[in-house]
């Protein structure tokens, strides 16, 4: 399945959803690049144990700023149940775009 949703450079979108390990909410923010590419602008959490996970020392306020280049993120889930991203105003719930262990790829297509 191809889903996609037409954002501009400089817009930002967010993924939701609950950490399979740790049980915790999870927010991370992404923002398109100039030229097309993501960069994960924050991530944030109640759970030291999450920004562990991602690589971070836990930040006061359970959040963390980030200017981190991605390619395209491949996401794969045992439950979509609790996955969301938030973008243009819209909730696009994952639990709809794939079943449970199927991979799911987001990236940016320029044209």
């Known amino acids: 399945m191809v889903f ?3 954002m501009e450079a400089g817009q930002i979108f967010i993924l939701e959803h609950q950490n399979s390990i740790y049980l915790a909410l999870v927010r991370e923010t992404y923002r398109v690049g100039p030229n097309g ?9 109640p759970s030291a144990g999450v920004f562990e996970y991602h690589g971070y ?3 006061a306020g359970g959040q963390a700023f980030l200017e ?11 439950s979509y ?5 938030l973008v243009g105003g819209q909730a696009i719930h994952l639990k709809d775009l794939a079943d449970p262990g199927q991979p ?7 044209p």
């Not at 981190?68 to 045992?78: E, T, V």
Request: glycine share 6%; aromatic share 0%; charged share 25%.
């Open 4 to 6: 996609s949703v037409a």
């Open 37 to 45: 590419g993501l960069r994960q602008v924050m991530l944030e959490s």
């Open 57 to 59: 020392d836990p930040p």
């Open 68 to 78: 981190r280049p991605l390619g395209a993120m491949r996401l794969r889930s045992a």
């Open 81 to 85: 149940e609790h996955h969301r991203l």
């Open 104 to 110: 799911l790829v987001l990236k940016v297509v320029t």
